[in-house]
């Protein structure tokens, strides 16, 4: 794209040149023209660089980004109390994304609007990539617990916030269950899809654990958007 673009960009500044020698009414609606492409081919070399988008939307704005991105979530999910300093700030039940999880999800609007769209970007795109086949149900260890860090029990972990969701097995459409446990050391495509898809993880969330991070690990992925970063893969 970029050795196209620098073509289309010289070819549209000439344009917008011989724009500027009109002072007609035709001459200016052919320079707007000439901004709008320019704008595009802008927006369009931007998408080549940045291959992903990060959701960041907060509080009503999460909640209205998510009802695009999400099949199934209750916003009248009871907001955890105060317990010990656990909280989280814009809570939501998620039932799924493009596909159900194994069971509802208490966790924060935002950690629902990051999976929602590393779905969308990395995991169906990889398993589509590798089985030829779509991801159908993810069966998780949960999101939100008010609890200390397996690292450090005096620190609150990112769960306390509803900001981390642990996932264990990720079932295809055809039923074939791809197991962090039984699968992350063995070789074959349910490995590769295990490793590939921590490793693109860690470019959409500040925290990956996994099988290589610790014992607490050995059977799923760890995923947070909390404000430390590590990626254990």
Known sequence: ????????????????????????????????????????????????????????????????????????????????????????????????????????????????????????????????????QEVQVYHHYGAYACRGRSSNRKRLSEHSYGKALDIGVFELRDGTRISVAKDWNNAGKKTEFLRKLSQSACKWFSVVLTPNSDRDHHDHLHLDIGPWKKCGT
């Open 1 to 132: 794209m970029q050795g196209r673009s620098a073509g289309v960009l010289s070819h549209i500044k000439e344009q917008l040149q011989d724009c500027s020698a009109h002072v007609t009414q035709s001459g200016i609606l052919c320079r707007l023209v000439g901004a709008i492409s320019l704008v595009l081919v802008l927006s369009a070399c931007s998408s080549d660089t940045n291959s992903h988008i990060i959701p960041r939307e907060r509080g009503s704005a999460c909640l209205v980004s998510l009802s695009y991105h999400a099949s199934a979530f209750d916003t009248a999910a009871k907001k955890p109390g105060m317990k010990t300093g656990c909280s989280v700030e814009t809570p939501v039940s998620l039932s799924g994304t493009q596909v159900p999880l194994s069971r509802p999800a208490l966790m924060d609007c935002t950690l629902a609007l990051r999976f929602s769209a590393f779905e969308a970007a990395s995991i169906q795109p990889l398993a589509r990539e590798i089985f030829h």
